[in-house]
């Protein structure tokens, strides 16, 4: 039986997965990861593109994860 994984917890994989990707392969094209992580992680469009938008964004230097649900820490 297959198991029912929770879409935001996909979205924070491929986060996680897209840090270490760029670390692992800095010279490695964003494009390319991004795509990849899109059909590993079956991220939407939306999600795709908020990622891109964390990744290009100039301002982020350490690496990140996104809040848990429900304000919990």
Not at 17 to 23: A, S, T, V, W
Not at 28 to 44: I, S, W
Request: aromatic letters at 2%; glycine letters at 4%; a negative charge.
């Amino acid at each position: 039986m297959p198991t029912i994984i929770h879409h935001s917890e996909l979205v924070r994989r491929a986060l996680i997965h897209l840090d270490g990707e760029r670390e692992r392969c800095p010279e490695k094209d964003l494009e390319a990861l991004l795509d990849e992580a899109g059909m590993r992680f079956n991220l939407t469009p939306a999600e795709a593109v908020a990622l891109e938008r964390l990744f290009r964004d100039p301002s982020r230097t350490a690496k990140a994860t996104p809040p848990l649900e429900n304000g919990a820490e």
